[in-house]
């Protein structure tokens, strides 16, 4: 197996900080600890802060332990992914947090490792799974799942308007023989895009490349529990911050925050306030904050990175 190391450049890491606000003696949750950047920034700020990492990858924890070892018995690390970051405070006896970062989306380290799969720029298997250890493959999905779920999962989670001509594609090749590789399928999509071998700036199987990464993953499942169970986890006037890397991702986000930032509920028409619901979070970022263009020029995966943040009443 190829070994590649984790990429330890973090993304708009003065922005997590300045939004996080650590604080000495804080307890902070890192939900995608991948190459540890971010953690130790955290833990560099803020003397005596404590840091629970949780990564659904074992290589990204491997490498992460040798990282935060200097740090000791501050660092707890833990193979879960971020929507069960509630199971892992009780089994640590945390009732809360003074903060929790989650830098979504697949890590450089992922992308680079040919087998892993999740990249047309290597022929490797079609594998895709974060935690290599469990669940389907994305060779699953193409040769087992019915043709009209597949259409829906490359048109919603790719945003791929082409969904049907590839799908059709796909059923038809898999009838004669399964489709294992990355590069068997992408060149499959590029017969199938209209104008697929033209040259162009994007990949033309980049959006199913990414419909089919975000299902075998649940990404969006996960983004939508692990934001909803991370609120609930911080304490009064802890903060979450999200940094998201595409729109599908970022529109979740945004409309949990704006849900759970809301006070009353009631319909317009009545005058007076009567389910005394009231807001749970202060949303800090009123847009999205990207980064500036000297992270950009100097680390091209920031350019689609969006930041949001909230506290905790």
Not at 14 to 32: F, M, S
Not at 142 to 162: H, K, P, S, T, W
Request: net charge neutral.
């Amino acid at each position: 197996m190829m070994q590649v190391s984790f990429e330890h450049l973090s993304v708009m890491p003065k922005e997590v900080l300045h939004w996080l606000q650590p604080v000495v003696g804080g307890t902070y949750l890192d939900g995608t600890l991948g190459g540890a950047g971010h953690a130790r920034l955290i833990l560099d700020a803020a003397a005596g802060s404590r840091l629970i990492g949780l990564d659904r990858d074992p290589a990204a924890l491997q490498e992460a332990a040798e990282i935060l070892s200097p740090y000791g018995d501050r660092v707890s690390l833990h193979h879960v992914t971020f929507d069960q970051a509630g199971q892992v405070l009780q089994q640590l006896g945390i009732d809360g947090l003074d903060g929790m970062l989650l830098d979504l989306g697949v890590s450089s380290h992922q992308l680079d490792t040919p087998e892993r799969g999740f990249s047309f720029r290597h022929d490797a298997p079609l594998d895709m799974r974060m935690n290599p250890t469990v669940g389907i493959t994305a060779a699953d999905v193409v040769n087992q799942v019915d043709e009209a779920e597949l259409v829906r999962i490359f048109f919603e989670y790719g945003e791929e308007r082409y969904s049907r001509r590839i799908v059709r594609k796909i059923v038809a090749q898999r009838q004669e023989a399964a489709l294992t590789k990355t590069l068997e399928l992408a060149q499959l999509v590029r017969q199938a895009v209209p104008g697929g071998h033209r040259p162009s700036k994007i990949h033309p199987a980049t959006r199913v490349f990414q419909a089919l990464r975000i299902h075998v993953n649940d990404e969006l499942g996960q983004v939508r529990r692990g934001v909803e169970n991370g609120i609930s986890l911080l304490k009064p006037g802890g903060r979450l911050v999200v940094i998201s890397f595409h729109s599908l991702e970022d529109r979740i986000v945004k409309h949990l925050f704006r849900d759970k930032a809301k006070g009353c509920i009631c319909p317009p028409r009545l005058p007076v306030c009567q389910c005394q619901n009231t807001p749970d979070v202060k949303i800090l970022t009123r847009r999205g904050i990207k980064a500036g263009d000297a992270e950009v020029e100097q680390n091209v995966r920031s350019r689609s990175a969006i930041l949001r943040a909230i506290e905790r009443y």
